[in-house]
């Protein structure tokens, strides 16, 4: 390294500064900074850099010391940071159809431009996409690879309509092999597979914690809501398989176990519980939690912030490696609608929730695709009313107020009047 | 008591007086560009066509989409819970009621109280709204009043397949062009709301006696087209147009 920029020694200092910080207290933008900075100079300091999927198997990547960024994760910030419109039409200048998922689009143009929030993402070394999630990440992830000149490597996860096969354990589980060499090919270096399986522990600890957090808005009042969790969902996305992750969720949840111990509820006089399904309207977070308060209505538990602690059945402490081909295989976008269905309505339960607000998004196709039958199936079974509202989680062009707020003061009455308040 | 109910839509600007249970008078005007000012003028002249000072009115709530800008209401409550009331109003008997709007389609179900059930929203889309068929009046050159009675007419309903307003207005113009009847053009624009209307309603599903209300319900061919596309018979009250503001009305004797 001949010459070190010196907008890397720039970072360097703010990264030392800001870790003397959060020593102290652990705050998410901080983490998330620092995150973000040390990614950015990686090539400095001799790590590497890959792109995840949000679904995809993060933990191979923490036991090599490489530095995990999740293109999803940057159009979740594009899109809270109203920047999302701007790069969707951008790539769709670039030739790429409106039709697309926002966080493709976005990620796709952000990348040639090095715009949105945090100035683009770091660059990749490599690239890991699994399809658990969706089939636009494949080529997503190819239009990257060759952009950037990278390698990438394709986690394949069948779609698991019931159950799984003894055929698919072994398919899925063979990759995990072919990933391991991916990743000492990339790295130059061999997996310590010591390091990997306390690296597992940590991420089923991360889980067991996450879980235990929104576990804690069964009660009533909730001291979180969905808004939070969407918040503070970032790090067990990233960071999975980190200590960091452990301190973070353990200080959270005893905030929250202490909350709950004081009554205290996080809007200020819930008369109504919701469960919120889909990626949220990133834009309009605020203005949907505000809405929502404004009603007395609590957005309790979510679908979506779940689904990362949602596979720890299928998850062998002792044997993590092994199992963790089920475990991502059969998570909540990979499973028929049925089963999906099952879900809710234990949450239904768990939380106690007076209705349902489904996002349909536009970009998110395997995540809307079912919620019309999963709607039907929760009013006859639990009989409790289901809204939809269509939006986009990033592309604000496919939101429109006037009508998103109609339908939620309506719905909102309705579940009054059944209330009979 | 006297209670009054306005109903602010994209379109149209309604207000209905009910004093001791009965219609004492309504009143429709175009809403324009200010909503505001539609809703106190709508609610002004409707009082004075009626000698109602202002201060004999108890309770008035407001409802469409312009609820929120009047400042004289007592409480504003969306177009779903008050078309369900102003329905129940006018016939117990009704248990879902199919409301097309300026902007917004919906079906909603009852209960034998009259409470809505539930409901469905069309999506983000002007087909399938009074919006849809404005445009399409303009592209025909037709009064958008003479729609039902020519539809009726058509011998051969043409066949509109987009799912788009503006692409659906193309659809027309080209069939145009190409010289179709205007009667059978119309015909099928009806039949494409409704198999909209249908296809939205049937997922709730909704259930007999179906009542029709907005101001699309005083097109004959859309009530026809939508009877053949349920199965069922649709009633249409003469109220059907200003139900959301009687039922704001009626909803308003049980304001507090």
């Known amino acids: 390294m001949n010459k070190m920029p010196e907008i890397i020694l720039f970072f360097f200092a703010k990264i030392k500064k800001l870790a003397l910080r959060f020593k102290k207290r652990k705050k998410m933008k901080e983490i998330m ?3 973000y900075m040390e990614a950015k100079s990686a090539s400095v300091s001799g790590r590497k850099v890959a792109w995840i999927t949000s679904g995809g198997p993060v933990e191979p990547l923490i036991a090599m010391d490489v530095i995990p960024v999740y293109p999803e994760n940057h159009g979740a910030m594009i899109g ?3 920047m999302g419109t701007d790069l969707c039409e951008k790539s769709e200048s670039m030739g790429y159809s ?14 040639t431009v090095n715009g949105g929030p945090i100035g683009g993402l770091p660059r990749p070394d490599m690239l890991v996409c699994c399809n658990n999630i969706c089939g636009t990440v494949l080529k997503w992830y190819e239009v990257q690879a060759r952009y950037f000149n990278v390698p990438l490597f394709i986690f394949d996860t069948p779609f698991c309509h019931m159950g799984y096969s003894e055929e698919v354990q072994r398919y899925v589980r063979r990759q995990l092999d072919e990933y391991v060499l991916f990743l000492e090919k990339a790295c130059g270096r061999k997996m310590d597979s010591n390091h990997l399986k306390a690296v597992g522990k940590l991420s089923l600890e991360g889980q067991r914690l996450w879980q235990a957090v929104l576990a804690t808005a069964a009660n009533k009042p909730a001291p979180l809501t969905a808004f939070d969790a969407f918040y503070h969902l970032a790090l067990i996305v990233t960071l999975r398989g980190t200590p960091l992750v452990i301190d973070y969720y353990s200080q959270l949840l005893e905030k929250m176990k202490d909350r709950v111990a004081r009554g205290i509820g996080a809007i200020p006089n819930e008369k109504y519980r919701l469960l919120w399904d889909n990626i949220p309207i990133w834009p309009r977070t605020r203005w949907l939690s505000e809405k929502l308060a404004s009603h007395d209505a609590c957005l309790v538990a979510d679908t979506y912030t779940s689904a990362w602690c949602g596979t720890m059945k299928y998850i062998d402490e002792n044997n993590f490696f092994d199992s963790m081909a089920e475990a991502y295989t059969r998570i909540y976008l990979n499973i028929g609608v049925d089963e999906m269905a099952r879900t809710v309505l234990e949450m239904v339960d768990m939380y106690k929730v007076d209705g349902i607000v489904m996002h349909s998004n536009r970009s998110c196709k395997p995540y809307s695709l079912g919620q019309y039958d999963i709607q039907k199936i929760v009013e006859k079974k639990r009989e409790i009313p289901c809204l939809m509202i269509e939006a986009d989680m990033v592309d604000e062009r496919s939101f429109s107020e006037s009508q998103v707020s109609t339908r939620i003061d309506a719905f909102m009455e309705i579940i009054k009047q059944r209330k009979g308040s | 008591m006297l209670t009054v109910g306005i109903d602010i839509g994209s379109i149209t600007t309604k207000a ?3 004093a001791d249970g009965q219609i004492r008078g309504t009143s429709v005007i175009f809403t324009g560009y200010n909503a505001q000012q539609a809703g106190t003028k709508v609610y002004e002249e409707l009082l004075q066509q009626l000698g109602i000072k202002k201060s004999d009115v108890s309770k008035v709530v407001s409802t469409g989409y312009g609820r929120n800008s009047v400042k004289f209401m007592d409480k504003a409550l969306t177009e779903i819970i008050c078309h369900g009331s102003g329905a129940y109003y006018l016939n117990p008997r009704v ?3 199919i409301d097309i709007g300026g902007q917004d389609s919906k079906a909603m179900v009852l209960d034998e109280r009259g409470k809505v059930k539930n409901f469905t929203m069309n999506d983000k889309c002007a087909a399938g709204t009074g919006r849809f068929l404005e445009v399409m009046a303009r592209a025909l050159e037709v009064d958008l009043d003479g729609f039902g009675p020519l539809s009726l007419r058509a011998g051969d309903p043409s066949r509109i397949s987009s799912l788009c307003t503006v692409f659906a207005e193309s659809e027309v113009i080209s069939l145009i062009s190409k010289g179709e009847k205007r009667e059978n053009i119309i015909a099928g624009i009806h039949d494409s709301i409704a198999a909209r209307i249908a296809a939205m ?3 709730l599903p909704i259930a007999p006696l179906v009542v029709m209300t907005g101001g699309v319900a005083k097109n004959i061919g859309v009530v026809k ?5 349920l199965g069922m ?12 503001a009687i039922g704001a009305a009626v909803l308003a004797t049980g304001l507090k």
């Not at chain 1, 697309?100 to 976005?106: H, I, Q, W």
């Not at chain 2, 018979?233 to 959301?244: L, M, P």
């Open chain 2, 233 to 244: 018979a649709v009633e249409v009250s003469e109220y059907a147009q200003v139900n959301g």
């Open chain 2, 201 to 203: 309603a049937s997922r």
């Open chain 2, 16 to 18: 209905a007086v009910i």
């Open chain 1, 98 to 111: 409106s039709d697309l998922c926002s966080y493709a689009r976005s990620d796709i143009a952000c990348a």
């Open chain 1, 33 to 35: 900074t620092v995150y």
């Open chain 2, 225 to 229: 087209a939508l009877e053949r596309k």
């Open chain 1, 80 to 82: 809270a940071s109203k």
């Open chain 2, 95 to 97: 248990r879902s009621v």
